[in-house]
Structure formats: structure tokens, C-alpha cells
């Protein structure tokens, strides 16, 4: 019996009760799987291997829990919609659709190292090593202040709560230069030649990744972009009602023909 397998990659802060609210909302048979990995904990996943090797990796426990005729479905939350865009470079054919929330395809060029000559691309890394830094020397509390008052994160409502307990502060340290965006490529060729099978999900409140959204769908015309209404960044906090009926339909569609 073929089935529907739901692979959910949480975001840089992340954890797998990220997704909680949104699963709850989801329909439940032994037809529909659902899958939350914990990448900061687990090794084979987690920031110290490239996006390269993350995606290879991530293959394989794909493809160990599901099966031929399966229909699987990744849904990437910012970074995690990152590396679910490597996930389907990596094997196009293992998804029948990929669902990414608050992501950024990539600065807009032919990039395919850490090229010290690209301005944006330098900018960038300084930015992150920063937070690098911050996320491995400086007081908990002040950091995720800060972090939160990103104007990124403007108008967002429902910030989750982050407990230093629950991370290792290196991992958070590696996952912000390992898996820069000044080291990944530009995925727009990606995302135009599997176009089918992606969604591209955007808050309405999120004005950055509206405006990058925007100017994706001006290159890539036939891009299914959806707009979350009364959503800034952190969709799957602040609408996971509107996400979760995404979701759903997606899934209807994927079971026609089961």
C-alpha cells in the first residue's frame, strides 16, 4: 500500500515541537506519515557537514522509512526550507512536491564556492559569523533578545520560547557559517526546472521575503506562490491554521490515485 510521507525540517533555532500546532491540525491514517527530525541532535545531520553532505545524508533516511510508490512530501520552515531545497537537489525524483515557508532562495547570481570578490555574499558571512560568535560566548537571554529584534522578525507575534537547555550552543554556532547563505548557491535554476513541484509559502506581514517573493514569481512565472495571511516571518507559529489548510489540500491532491 502506498503512502504519503511528510518530512517537516524545522528552522535555524528550531526544534521538532516547532511543529506541534500545525500537526494537529493534519489529517491521521495509516496512509499519511509524518516525520519531524531533530538535525541539531542528530550527527548525521547536523552543521558540522556541508549542505552537500547534509543532503546526501538526508537521502538516505528518506529513503530508509519509505518505498517505492510512496508520495513524499518535504516541507522546509527558513533555513530548514534551505536545506529542503538541497534535499531535492540532492534526488529530484524521491519528492513528489517540496512546501518551503520563509526562505531564501539564495543571492541572485551564479555562485558555486565562497567567492571573496562578491560584496553581498561577504556582507553576509560577516553577518552570520557574528551571530556566530554571539550564539557561543554571549549570555543566553541576551542573545535571543536580540536575535528577536531582528527587523526580519517585525510584527511577529507568538515568538516560541527558547530554553538554553535544549541546544548545544556549538551547533547553533556551526549551523550559522556552515549553512550560510554566503555558502550556498543560487537556487533559482533549482527551484525553475522542478517548478511542479514546489510550493512557496510567504507571510503577509514578512515584508523582506514578500519582496524577494515577489521578484522569484517576476523570474519564474509559473511559481505557485502562497501569500499566509496575518503572518509575518514565523509562519507556523502565527497562522499554523492557514498553513495547516495548505497542507491538507496538498494532501488531497497527493491522494487522489493512492
Do not use: C
Not at 556582507?123 to 559569523?129: E, L, Q, S
Request: charged share 20%; glycine share 6%.
Amino acid at each position: 500500500m502506498a503512502r504519503i510521507n511528510i518530512f517537516f525540517i524545522h528552522g535555524f533555532l528550531g526544534r521538532p515541537s516547532d511543529w506541534t500546532s500545525v500537526r494537529a491540525l493534519l489529517p491521521m491514517n495509516e496512509k499519511i506519515r509524518y516525520f519531524t527530525p531533530d538535525y541539531f541532535k542528530d550527527p548525521l545531520l547536523g552543521p558540522q557537514i556541508s549542505f552537500a553532505n547534509w543532503s546526501k545524508n538526508f537521502t538516505s533516511l528518506v529513503e530508509k522509512n519509505t518505498r517505492p510508490g510512496d508520495r513524499n512530501v518535504i516541507i522546509g520552515y527558513s533555513l530548514g526550507g534551505r536545506l529542503a531545497l538541497h534535499a531535492l537537489e540532492e534526488n529530484p525524483n524521491l519528492w513528489h512536491k517540496i512546501m518551503v515557508l520563509s526562505t531564501n532562495p539564495g543571492f541572485d547570481d551564479s555562485f558555486s564556492g565562497l567567492d571573496p570578490a562578491s560584496e553581498v555574499r561577504r556582507a553576509r558571512w560577516i553577518t552570520d559569523t557574528y551571530w556566530a560568535d554571539e550564539f557561543l560566548t554571549k549570555p543566553w537571554d541576551m542573545v535571543i533578545r536580540n536575535w528577536n529584534n531582528q527587523p526580519v522578525f517585525g510584527g511577529g507575534e507568538n515568538e516560541p520560547v527558547r530554553i538554553e537547555k535544549d541546544y548545544s550552543r556549538e551547533s547553533l554556532s556551526l549551523a550559522l557559517t556552515q549553512w550560510s547563505l554566503a555558502q550556498q548557491r543560487n537556487m533559482r535554476p533549482l527551484i525553475s526546472a522542478h517548478i511542479d513541484k514546489v510550493l512557496w509559502l510567504v507571510g503577509a506581514k514578512d515584508e523582506k521575503f514578500m519582496e524577494q517573493a515577489e521578484a522569484l514569481k517576476g523570474q519564474i512565472s509559473n511559481l505557485n506562490k502562497i501569500v499566509v495571511e496575518s503572518a509575518s516571518h514565523r509562519i507556523l507559529f502565527e497562522n499554523p491554521r492557514h498553513l495547516s489548510r495548505s497542507i491538507v489540500q496538498l494532501i488531497q491532491q497527493l491522494q487522489q490515485g493512492l
